[in-house]
Structure formats: structure tokens, C-alpha cells
């Protein structure tokens, strides 16, 4: 048998997806219309011999438990949310939860961040991983060389895919080939994690922070039972014949900002194409809107036949678009309003937010600048005519003035 972890991090760690990350936890967050932890969810029901599926955070049970519920019925596969009552580390917190996770006995564990976007090709990581006959294996890709930085960068043995060296977000350059977040491992896991834990007890808790953690907290030391996967795992076993590597020549990206979010959403939309078809939305102006390119629209929104929608939109349930309404490069959350000939462009409109008749809310759509898309918050309300350029609206503001690259607090 197998299992399939996803850790889902808690309120702490999705600071960068504000103002979106307030009401919901960034996992929760739709992509294409669906939760950004229903992607790699969908993808472990490819897995051979799968028995459950666990969510790891410390975000709130109750903020889960509908979305585990509905899940579980819809894939006629357990999917259960594992409170930890602290951060354990992406490692620890895997630990944490040990003797639940080896209840069904596995033979492999798929350890899966929740904040990547990929094909996850997990099958064949499966079988990879078993003919290397390691402890572990992870999905690894090439990236540019101005943006391994921002990730674990790694070196492998282009014969034998063995894992040669690991260094977690390097300040100099090491490789261009980066880790994505998705691995595969034998129990041992536990006993590798159980090690640190009880070295790092050892030495008095003398192991210190990264430097840039330190910045923030430069006397605090790491707790026993505080293990990151990457600096105290794959680093010091890199090079020890047990981790092995998979590389991905498909789509790669880490979803930390509400832009990444925009063109994961996209990237996804694209993948329905030959995944879930049916979720696409078909329109020729007719009877139902226009639609361009992928499109998804959840049943329950009400789209004007005289609308033209897409590329890569995603509408969300209650959502009411008037005649005339043009959206282009969007996700537009629940229950928003938008009002006849308004315009929306690469653009994130919050749950509530109601745009006036021919408003605009826009942005350039370059997804990893800081503007680089207009987000409204929460309950946002756009006046008729008011235009809004690559600005962040916080919730429950109201705009009568146009504004242009602002921050509206
Ligand atoms: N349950 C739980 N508890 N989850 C956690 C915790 C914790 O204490 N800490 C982190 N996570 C989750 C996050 O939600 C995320 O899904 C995953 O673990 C990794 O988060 P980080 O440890 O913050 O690392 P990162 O996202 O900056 O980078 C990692 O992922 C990259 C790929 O996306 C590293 O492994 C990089 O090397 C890698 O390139």
C-alpha cells in the first residue's frame, strides 16, 4: 500500500498571499476553480494502491473539514486533515504524525507541498523510485539560472540520478536544477527524521537558523522536535546513496504570491484540456457568453450572454457578470458583483467585491512584480466609471477615484 502526505503549512506561513490569505487559508484558495490542495489531491487518485490521503498544518481544523469531507465522497478515497498544535518544520511535522500515517502499513509515502503547481507525475516517480531502490526520491527540474536562488538548488549524478549535493536556497550559485516540493519515501523516513531530532538534543540545541532566519531571531535555536525537510534531511544525506532524483520536463512553479497564483491558475485551466475537459466552460455568444480560450465557470454563476470571457478566467460560485462585461487573465472569487461593461483584466476580484457599471480594474499582468496584478480584498466596491491600474486594494474598501500603482490600505 500507499500513502500520500501534503503539507499545508498554517497561518504564519502564507504572509505573502495577504490580502487574499485573511478568510482563507492560502490552500484553500481557488486555481481554476478549484482548491490550490484539490490539484495535487486529484493527482494522488493516480497513484497504484493508494489507502488514504493526510493534509499536515496547523491551520484550524474547522477551516478544512468541509472541504476533507466533500473531497472524501467525491474520490471515494479517505482525505484526513492532521492538526499539528505547532509548527513542526516540513520534516517534523511529517514526524509528528507517525504512527497515524504508518496505521495502513505503506510500503512508499508521497510527501507533497501543497504550494507547487505541476503535472505531478507521480506514477512514474513510483516507479523510478523503486528500480533506484533508495530511501527517497524527489522531483527535481531545470530552471533559469537568475531564479534557482529562490529554491533548493541540488547536484545529481546524470547516470545513476543519485542526489550528490543539496543546498537550500543558496546565496551563490550552485546548479540550475531546483527541488519541486514532491518526494517519495520508504519508512526510513522516520527513522532519518528521528536522528536529527535526537542529534540536535545532543549538542544542547546549539544548531543555529539560516542566516536569514537568524536576521530575524538571532539568538533563538531550533526546538528537538523542529525539522525542516531540506537544511536537515535531503543536505546531510546527499551523496549517501540514498536519495535519488526524478526530473520533470513538464510545467513547474511555486505558488507563494497571489501573481504565481494567476498564472498557476492558468497553467492548470491548460491542463483540464486533457484532464477534465468537462470543467472547461463553451460559449459562442448565443445563448451562453463568449468565451476565449479556458475558461471555468462554476455552475451556480450567472454569466450575461453578452459577456466575453478568457482567456484564462475562473469564476467562482454567485458570481453575477452583466451585459456587456469584458474579463481577461482573472479569478474572480465568490459572490462578486460586475456590473454592465465593466472590464476586468489580469486581475484577482475577493469574495464579495462588486464592480460598477464600465469600471475597469487592470494590470500590466507581469505575475512575479510586486504590482504586477491589481488584487481587490475582500468586499471591495468599485464605483460606476472608477478605473483601478496595478494597485492592492485591502478589504472593505470603497473606491469613488481612479487609482493607479497604490497600495489602498
Ligand atoms: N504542516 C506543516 N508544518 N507544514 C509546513 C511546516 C510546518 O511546520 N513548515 C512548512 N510547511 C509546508 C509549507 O506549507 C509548504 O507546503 C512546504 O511545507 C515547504 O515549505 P517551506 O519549508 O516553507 O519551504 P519553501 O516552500 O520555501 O521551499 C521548499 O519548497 C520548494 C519547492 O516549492 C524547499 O524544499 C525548496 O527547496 C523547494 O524548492
Known amino acids: 500500500k500507499v500513502v500520500a502526505v501534503i503539507m499545508v503549512g498554517g497561518p504564519t506561513k502564507g504572509t505573502r498571499f495577504r490580502p487574499l490569505s485573511f478568510n482563507t487559508p492560502k490552500p484553500l484558495f481557488p486555481l481554476a476553480g478549484q482548491p490550490m490542495v484539490h490539484h495535487p489531491i486529484s493527482a494522488c487518485k493516480r497513484i497504484p494502491n493508494l489507502a488514504q490521503i493526510y493534509l499536515i498544518g496547523f491551520h484550524e481544523e474547522r477551516e478544512f473539514a468541509l472541504y476533507v469531507s466533500s473531497i472524501s465522497n467525491e474520490l471515494k478515497l479517505p482525505v484526513r486533515y492532521l492538526k499539528e498544535d505547532k509548527p513542526h518544520g516540513s520534516a517534523g511535522g511529517l514526524y509528528y504524525f507517525r504512527d497515524i500515517i504508518m496505521e495502513d502499513s505503506p510500503s512508499h509515502i508521497f510527501l507533497l507541498n501543497c504550494d507547487v503547481c505541476c503535472s505531478f507525475p507521480l506514477p512514474s516517480m513510483l516507479d523510478a523510485h523503486i528500480k533506484y531502490g533508495g530511501m527517497g526520491t524527489m522531483l527535481v527540474i531545470k530552471v533559469s539560472a537568475e531564479s534557482a536562488n529562490q529554491f533548493g538548488e541540488l547536484v545529481a549524478d546524470p547516470e ?226 472608477v478605473v483601478v491600474i496595478n494597485s492592492i486594494v485591502l478589504p472593505h474598501k470603497i473606491l469613488n477615484v481612479s487609482v493607479q500603482d497604490e497600495i489602498i490600505l
Open 160 to 385: 545513476t540520478h543519485e542526489l550528490l549535493h543539496y543546498t537550500e536556497k543558496p546565496e551563490t550559485f550552485v546548479s540550475d536544477l531546483i527541488n519541486c516540493g514532491v518526494y517519495i519515501f520508504t519508512p526510513d523516513i522516520f527513522a532519518a527524521i528521528e536522528d536529527v531530532s535526537i542529534n540536535r538534543e545532543g549538542r544542547g540545541n546549539l544548531r543555529r537558523l539560516s542566516s536569514f532566519e537568524a536576521l530575524q531571531s538571532a539568538t533563538r535555536t531550533l526546538p528537538k522536535d523542529f525539522v525542516r525537510l531540506d537544511q536537515d534531511i535531503l543536505s546531510p544525506l546527499a551523496g549517501k546513496k540514498k536519495l535519488y532524483t526524478y526530473e520533470t520536463n513538464d510545467f513547474w512553479e511555486q505558488i507563494k504570491t497571489p501573481g504565481l497564483s494567476l498564472k498557476c491558475s492558468e497553467l492548470y485551466l491548460a491542463q483540464f484540456r486533457y484532464t477534465s475537459p468537462h470543467l472547461l466552460a463553451s460559449g459562442d455568444g448565443k445563448k451562453n457568453a463568449k468565451i476565449v480560450g479556458d475558461v471555468y465557470i462554476h455552475p451556480s454563476a450567472k454569466v450575461h450572454p453578452s459577456a466575453k470571457i478568457g482567456p484564462n478566467v475562473s469564476i467562482s460560485a454567485n458570481v453575477r457578470v452583466g451585459a456587456g462585461v469584458r474579463l481577461i487573465g482573472c479569478i474572480v472569487l465568490d459572490d462578486v458583483e460586475v456590473k454592465e461593461n465593466a472590464v476586468v483584466i489580469n486581475s484577482i476580484v475577493g469574495w464579495k467585491s462588486s464592480l460598477g457599471r464600465w469600471s475597469r480594474v487592470q494590470a500590466d499582468g507581469d505575475y512575479s512584480a510586486k504590482l504586477g496584478i491589481t488584487i481587490l480584498g475582500e468586499a471591495v466596491t468599485v464605483e460606476d466609471e
